[in-house]
């Protein structure tokens, strides 16, 4: 009650400002006639009592201000302090435009990495009560999430007691008929709770029913929201449209929303249920799932963990055969989604955050030095009656206005940046980072905005207002900005620089460190030449081409109409090619060795004969695989070789017989050869022990294409995909690419690539930073100290002890902050650990590296001031004064 | 720069308040009270009454009107209100309380 009547009464004075000023000088004036006439009936005379009236009344502007501020709302001082704001910035328009441009830079980089961060991490996934469900997988010794195979998970299902629903999922190739052919589409199969699990319901027609994933059922398919308006136009009819996939018809039953994705299968259009189980998946030791489960209330994921792991081992009893070793994964939904990337886009965030931090470091610097400079102007005005308080605010209100522009330019700036940053993602990566597409200033990058902004007033104000503080306005009148550089300056302004640099130097050493480790991750050794290869994917449907026979009749016509393209030298299949992952493996058992069921599991790829020949992979001993190792033939293979060193230590493999673990007489295959390590897992991945087997006894409607050409790759492409289709134009076909783009697309190299460019652009502009800081300081050092420098040279002092003099105070800074920043850099490195591949913390080339280009930097920007300073005037300097 | 005045912080409010329950008066006359009752010891700095009345106005303790003085010129008057004299009541007993303490101090020292 109280306080709205103080705000009334407040408001009446604003109101009523220019009475309430008249009535107030007319009311002082009155007090000091009365007194002035009250000493002059004292016997006092005039002269002498108007000034005794005055004395003993004080300093009257000021009680007029004083009077003023105590009644006056706090905006409108900032009114009139923000006019003079912009009159200070405008007279000053270099200064102003430097520290604009450099807040600018500081905040647009900072916010749009932090719009990445919110979209990655900050925002909930697109689920119902998203914290609560799980990753549910197996676990094997080679891979910590391995695939759940579906008699496993129809077990699990069955006999777990800690959650409320409890679905698979796994990733499908379709083949579309379209009006312009057979294509090649991203599908997923999942059991028909999937979406009721997740909490997402199709935003037209209906969700699967419970028992839709059996084979009875009617064939139904969910399209995604972007499938519904690209392919079928956004069409209102859409439910009960038929789609023919795989040469099946199919109901589309509903479309998902738009916001709806799932990462962990990247792109999906076409979502169906698993009705028919393939040959594979009717086995229980077919691992082809995932799961994906809400937690019952209560429940967490340690006991959901420990849960699944005790089934598991049931299970583990129970089949022994095929279920040794296979233990329980489970993991919050989201850590399984963005734990891979949350590492590199904090390191980036951070990278981004210590470029503002230099940029404010900086423009402080420059605020530090204006208000040395102003240290008169605020002395006037202090004395003719401005209170301390309203001087602070005046500095509050100029820092203010600079952020408020460097923070708009800011948000204008990050706003292109995101724009031209997802557009520089390939849409393959960004298929697997679906959360990206929401990337936009939501109101939590609009509230760190603004957190930013106000951190950057605080720290703007709080440097000249602690000036303001410290010192005595009367010294500051008398000596009217002619003494040497401040103390408080001094004291403040070199350590700022010395701040500026320690940064840079950890930026150039992150970017260091990333750039050695990407050149690391594109030089390991990949086992072939990556070197003028094209390659394509092709996928045959399987209504026609669903015979070993017919596969190995297709892989032959391929081949051969390859071969034939002008500029190919050679034409080779495989079922995976290499750099893709390390994955689609086999458990072997190697006759007459020793075996206790333990799951030996390695890489296995059906290749044609010409394959290893077209890579130009090295045979280290026996032979390749010829046209004649076939159907008819004896089943052989190849392995390479990691797996002769791990299984035939000291041992000729040539010649030995490795089966399936139950050594069942169809898997027996002869080692005829054992060829060079060949990178199959991803760049940074160990190499695993891998087994080829002839494509002609192992064939598959699904493979991949590799040609040798003689001229640019590139340019066969297009003739791949004509040769395949000319075969049989319902073969589809997908992602025609050349392996040096599917290396440097790899998910590896693509994200150190641009963390090198990220961070590598933010420590360029640090250095820029911190040297355009540097040189400011000394120069301005040395505009304070030209007096002194006269004095010692009209005292005999050479120019080269002047330059000493200049270089010594700025070596000293800049020792100081390369030696912190390494300390610093270490440490930060090790903080993204994670991120290196083959490049240990501490790497000494790069830190001495880094060292060594901001020293010289450094020198650079000090030696200009230097010669300044060294080419002073003595007269001059002396008669300036 | 002198001292603008050597009172206790928070006394010219209560000086001012303690004033104005005797009779209504004008700025200098509260001046001239305070120097005279106090018999010359207290002398504040004569303007700073000024922002310290707008601060009172403000609270609401005095209010204020235009009447004429005895030598026919216009001058402010400044009355307690009713809260004001509640407040003077706090302020005298917060007054009392903190010279008793001082008091004890000096004692004992």
């Known amino acids: ?881 | 720069m002198a001292k603008k005045n050597d009172l206790l912080p928070g006394t010219l409010d209560l000086l001012i308040l303690r004033t104005l329950a005797r009779a209504p008066l004008h700025g200098y006359g509260i001046a001239l009270s305070i120097k005279n009752l106090s018999e010359d010891v207290l002398t504040v700095e004569e303007g700073s009454l000024y922002p310290a009345l707008q601060r009172l106005l403000l609270q609401g303790w005095v209010k204020a009107e235009w009447k004429m003085t005895e030598t026919n010129r216009r001058a402010r008057f400044y009355t307690l209100t009713a809260a004001g004299r509640k407040q003077l009541g706090h302020e005298l007993s917060r007054f009392e309380q903190m010279i008793a303490a001082i008091g004890r101090v000096l004692q004992d020292a």
Request: proline content about 5%; charged content about 20%.
């Open chain 1, 1 to 881: 009650m109280d306080s709205i009547l103080w705000f009334f009464r407040k408001l009446g004075f604003l109101l009523r400002r220019e009475k309430f000023n008249s009535e107030l000088e007319e009311e002082m004036a009155w007090h000091r006639e009365q007194q002035e006439r009250d000493l002059e009936a004292d016997g006092v005379t005039p002269d002498a009592a108007q000034h005794a009236a005055k004395r003993q009344f004080g300093n009257e502007t000021r009680l007029r201000e004083q009077s003023r501020e105590a009644v006056m709302f706090g905006a409108e001082g900032v009114v009139q302090d923000s006019r003079f704001a912009l009159r200070q910035l405008r007279k000053n328009p270099g200064f102003a435009v430097t520290a604009v441009l450099m807040l600018t830079l500081g905040i647009a980089a900072c916010l749009s990495l932090f719009a990445f961060v919110d979209a990655a991490l900050i925002k909930p996934l697109p689920y119902r009560d998203p914290t609560r469900l799980a990753d549910v997988a197996e676990s094997v010794q080679v891979f910590p999430r391995s695939n759940l195979s579906w008699e496993d998970y129809r077990d699990w299902k069955k006999l777990q007691k800690v959650f409320t629903g409890f679905d698979v999922w796994t990733g499908a190739g379709l083949l579309l008929n379209t009006p312009s052919g057979v294509q090649p589409v991203m599908g997923a199969r999942v059991s028909a709770g999937f979406f009721n699990t997740l909490g997402v319901k199709p935003i037209l027609g209906r969700d699967f029913r419970s028992g839709e994933d059996t084979p009875e059922a009617p064939r139904t398919a969910l399209i995604t929201y972007a499938t519904w308006q690209q392919r079928y136009a956004g069409r209102s009819d859409i439910v009960g449209q038929t789609a023919t996939l795989d040469g099946t018809p199919v109901t589309i039953v509903g479309v998902l929303p738009r916001d709806f994705h799932f990462a962990l299968r990247g792109r999906a259009d076409y979502w169906m249920p698993i009705q028919e189980l393939n040959g594979c998946e009717k086995r229980r030791s077919c691992h082809n799932l995932f799961g994906v489960a809400r937690l019952k209330d209560g429940v967490t994921v340690a006991t959901a963990l420990a849960n699944m792991k005790s089934i598991a081992a049931q299970l583990e009893k129970q089949y022994p055969a095929s279920n040794r070793g296979q233990g329980a994964a489970v993991k919050p939904l989201s850590d399984q989604i963005v734990g891979d990337v949350r590492p590199i886009f904090l390191v980036l965030f951070c990278g981004a955050a210590l470029l503002l931090l230099i940029a404010c470091v900086n423009v402080s610097n420059l605020l530090l030095v204006r208000a040395e400079n102003r240290r008169r102007e605020m002395a006037v005005r202090g004395a003719l009656g401005a209170s301390r308080g309203r001087l602070v605010l005046q500095w509050v209100t100029e820092s203010l206005v600079l952020v408020l522009a460097g923070s708009a330019l800011g948000i204008v700036t990050a706003y292109g940046i995101m724009r031209l940053l997802m557009r520089l993602i390939p849409t393959d990566i960004l298929d697997y980072l679906p959360y990206l597409q929401g990337l936009t200033f939501s109101p939590r990058v609009l509230g760190f905005a603004a957190l930013v902004a106000l951190l950057a007033i605080a720290i703007f104000s709080a440097a000249p207002a602690l000036r303001l503080s410290s010192t005595d306005l009367r010294a500051d009148l008398s000596e009217g900005g002619r003494s040497a550089a401040g103390t408080v300056w001094r004291r403040f302004g070199s350590n700022l620089v010395v701040v500026e640099l320690a940064i840079a130097v950890v930026l150039l050493a992150g970017a260091g460190l990333i750039t050695r480790s990407f050149y690391q991750l594109l030089h390991v050794s990949l086992g072939f030449a990556p070197d003028h290869l094209a390659t394509l994917e092709v996928g045959a449907p399987e209504s026609t081409y669903a015979k070993p026979e017919q596969q190995v009749q297709l892989s032959h016509r391929v081949i051969s109409e390859l071969a034939a393209i002008p500029g190919v030298e050679s034409a080779s299949i495989t079922d995976r090619l290499p750099i893709s992952g390390n994955g689609n493996t086999t458990w072997i058992r190697i006759q007459g060795h020793p075996w206790n069921g333990e799951h030996n599991e390695v890489n296995e790829r059906p290749v044609s004969s010409g394959y290893f020949a077209t890579l130009k992979a090295r045979l280290i001993t026996g032979r390749f695989f010829t046209e004649s190792d076939d159907a008819k033939s004896l089943q052989v293979i190849i392995i390479n070789q990691a797996l002769a060193k791990k299984y035939f230590p000291g041992e000729d493999p040539i010649g030995k017989i490795i089966g399936s673990p139950s050594l069942d007489p169809k898997s027996l295959r002869q080692i005829v050869g054992v060829v060079d390590d060949i990178r199959e897992g991803q760049l940074q991945e160990e190499i695993w022990p891998a087994v080829y087997t002839p494509f002609n006894q192992d064939a598959d409607n699904y493979f991949d294409i590799v040609v040798r050409t003689s001229q640019a790759e590139q340019a066969v492409l297009p003739d791949l995909v004509s040769a395949v289709r000319k075969i049989d134009p319902n073969i589809g076909t997908r992602d025609p690419i050349t392996m040096a783009q599917l290396i440097n697309n790899s998910p590896a190299a693509y994200i150190q690539r641009s963390a090198a460019y990220l961070v590598g652009g933010f420590a360029a502009l640090a250095l820029l930073l911190g040297v355009v800081g540097l040189y400011g300081v000394i120069a301005y050092s040395v505009s304070r100290r030209t007096r002194e420098i006269g004095v010692r040279m009209a005292l005999g002092a050479q120019r080269s002890s002047v330059y000493q003099l200049i270089l010594k105070e700025a070596g000293l800074l800049t020792i100081i902050g390369i030696v912190a920043g390494l300390a610093c850099a270490v440490g930060a490195a090790a903080f993204m650990g994670k991120l290196l591949f083959g490049v240990r913390s501490w790497d000494i080339p790069t830190l001495v590296s880094v060292a060594v280009l901001l020293g010289f930097s450094a020198l650079v920007a000090s030696f200009i001031p230097a010669r300044r300073a060294a080419s002073v005037n003595p007269v001059e300097a002396l008669r300036a004064e």
